[in-house]
């Protein structure tokens, strides 16, 4: 079974804070996704990397970078956190293109930012 | 302008009832459209997937339609439980490499 885990499920943070979050898959999957969600808007792609070391911006990047220094891992760095970021931040990966083209996710983090 | 609709109300249905659940697409042309089911707190879990040349997909009692003249999906549970009460994303395959447009999502809940 594929197995997406994201480092915490709540956070709370303060305006203006350095904020990671982590995300790991055991499956070898080349692609990883973060995603926003918020009530209405539905998932947002934020950012997406096809292999190591790459990425590649979604639908919403601003305020965000990602960092892919191992294939199992992708992290989500919000800057400078601001109250407008709170959110639920989902991780998901999928293996290439042609394979299947499915994503599995992880359980959620929810961020508050006060 | 892109948009993916779903209906934004909840579903609320007997048990043993089929639901049937629309997703709407309009200025996409999808490869191929995904079915998620979402529970509260938790991320989505995949269900279905149906290509652009599929007309019709079948798993147990899921069936997922996919109309690219309309525009339109439809994703039904047959004899639906309460245990089907859930969230339900749909998600179109677009722009390659795996990546995925989603809708807001449709709440169903089946009443006993």
């Known amino acids: 079974d594929v197995k997406v885990t994201q480092s915490s499920r709540y956070l709370v943070k303060r305006t203006g804070e350095k904020v990671f979050l982590e995300c790991v898959q055991d499956?070898?999957?080349?692609?990883m996704f973060w995603y926003r969600q918020d009530p209405g808007l539905g998932l947002r792609l934020i950012y997406f990397?096809?292999?190591?070391?790459?990425?590649e911006k979604g639908d919403i990047p601003e305020g965000y970078s990602v960092s892919r220094e191992k294939k199992e891992r992708f992290s989500l760095i919000l800057e400078s956190a601001s109250t407008n970021q709170t959110s639920m931040y989902l991780c998901?990966?999928?293996?290439?293109?042609?394979?299947?083209?499915?994503?599995?996710f992880g359980p959620g983090t929810r961020l508050t930012v006060l | 302008s892109q948009k993916i609709e779903q209906n934004s109300e909840a579903l609320n249905i007997q048990e043993g009832k089929t639901a049937t659940l629309t997703c709407n697409y309009t200025?996409?042309?999808?490869?191929?459209l995904q079915w998620y089911r979402q529970d509260p707190g938790r991320g989505p879990v995949f269900l279905l997937l149906?290509?652009?040349?599929?007309k019709e997909k079948r798993k147990e009692r899921l069936k997922v339609t996919f109309d690219t003249t309309l525009k339109q999906s439809l994703f039904h549970i047959t004899a639906s439980q309460p245990a089907d009460s859930a969230t339900y994303l749909c998600?179109?395959?677009?722009?390659?490499?795996?990546?995925?447009?989603f809708g807001t999502g449709t709440q169903l809940k089946v009443e006993l």
């Open positions: 998901a990966s999928s293996p290439p293109s042609g394979l299947t083209d499915t994503q599995y």
């Open positions: 499956m070898d999957h080349e692609n």
């Open positions: 990397s096809y292999d190591v070391k790459m990425k």
């Open positions: 200025n996409y042309s999808p490869a191929y």
């Open positions: 149906i290509r652009e040349n599929e």
């Open positions: 998600a179109l395959g677009v722009g390659g490499g795996n990546k995925l447009t």
